[in-house]
């Protein structure tokens, strides 16, 4: 049974006219791109990224109680594990090249620690949290080479689909009222900060390599 794919935009398959296309493979070089940032990942700071500090506020059902959450330490791992999930399309023409393929962000964990005050009182509870992106959400990643210049961008799924589970810690949340809300909030902010990612830091990231690995 096909996998059900959470896909981002119609990939439009390209024409790929003339002895230079034929013999061009954006498989390969998707591959061979992805495989690059997998070995270049660390030293770029991309995998383990650290998160930005946030705090996030939750109710608790109906109109009791709230529980406020500061997040001193998060990162985000598995960056550098994206992989090509389907075959990719492509257009060469003279120097100019434009790549379109849909990558797996099923590696991608989000792990924090956090102290929780809850219904006003000082922070003393701790916990701490991975979440995971859903095993089959993807992203698009569109690549356009043209005299040398390298142009990406990073298309990111309407929802990461995020689970999460607590490590340790927690229990007076996850038994409670406010672990259903606490969550919701916490994948919103998750969803932000990794969009924000993958199409800042990891553009960039992925624009450096092309412009080393791509020869027309």
């Given at each position: 049974?096909?996998?059900?794919?959470?896909?981002?935009?119609?990939l439009f398959a390209f024409a790929a006219p003339g002895s230079a296309a034929s013999a061009f493979d954006a498989n390969v070089m998707v591959d061979r791109i992805l495989t690059e940032m997998g070995h270049e990942a660390s030293r770029l700071g991309l995998d383990p990224i650290t998160a930005p500090k946030f705090k996030l506020?939750?109710?608790?059902?109906?109109?009791?109680?709230?529980?406020?959450?500061?997040f001193p330490e998060a990162i985000f791992t598995g960056l550098g594990s994206i992989s090509r999930a389907e075959r990719c399309s492509h257009l060469v023409r003279g120097s100019k090249l434009k790549m379109k393929c849909y990558v797996s962000l099923s590696e991608i964990k989000f792990a924090m620690n956090a102290?929780?005050?809850?219904?006003?009182?000082?922070?003393?509870?701790?916990?701490?949290?991975?979440?995971?992106?859903?095993?089959n959400v993807l992203a698009l990643i569109a690549i356009e080479r043209t005299n040398g210049r390298v142009r990406v961008n990073v298309i990111t799924p309407p929802t990461f689909a995020l689970t999460t589970r607590v490590v340790?810690?927690?229990?007076?949340l996850v038994n409670q009222r406010y672990y259903s809300n606490f969550?919701?909030?916490?994948?919103?902010?998750?969803?932000?900060?990794?969009?924000?990612?993958l199409n800042g830091h990891y553009r960039r990231a992925v624009e450096g390599i092309v412009n080393r690995v791509v020869d027309l």
């Amino acid at each position: 049974m096909a996998r059900s794919l959470m896909k981002v935009a119609a990939l439009f398959a390209f024409a790929a006219p003339g002895s230079a296309a034929s013999a061009f493979d954006a498989n390969v070089m998707v591959d061979r791109i992805l495989t690059e940032m997998g070995h270049e990942a660390s030293r770029l700071g991309l995998d383990p990224i650290t998160a930005p500090k946030f705090k996030l506020h939750a109710k608790g059902s109906g109109t009791e109680g709230e529980i406020s959450t500061s997040f001193p330490e998060a990162i985000f791992t598995g960056l550098g594990s994206i992989s090509r999930a389907e075959r990719c399309s492509h257009l060469v023409r003279g120097s100019k090249l434009k790549m379109k393929c849909y990558v797996s962000l099923s590696e991608i964990k989000f792990a924090m620690n956090a102290l929780l005050a809850v219904d006003g009182y000082p922070a003393k509870a701790f916990i701490s949290t991975e979440s995971s992106v859903g095993s089959n959400v993807l992203a698009l990643i569109a690549i356009e080479r043209t005299n040398g210049r390298v142009r990406v961008n990073v298309i990111t799924p309407p929802t990461f689909a995020l689970t999460t589970r607590v490590v340790k810690g927690g229990s007076s949340l996850v038994n409670q009222r406010y672990y259903s809300n606490f969550e919701r909030a916490l994948h919103d902010e998750i969803s932000k900060q990794l969009a924000t990612t993958l199409n800042g830091h990891y553009r960039r990231a992925v624009e450096g390599i092309v412009n080393r690995v791509v020869d027309l």
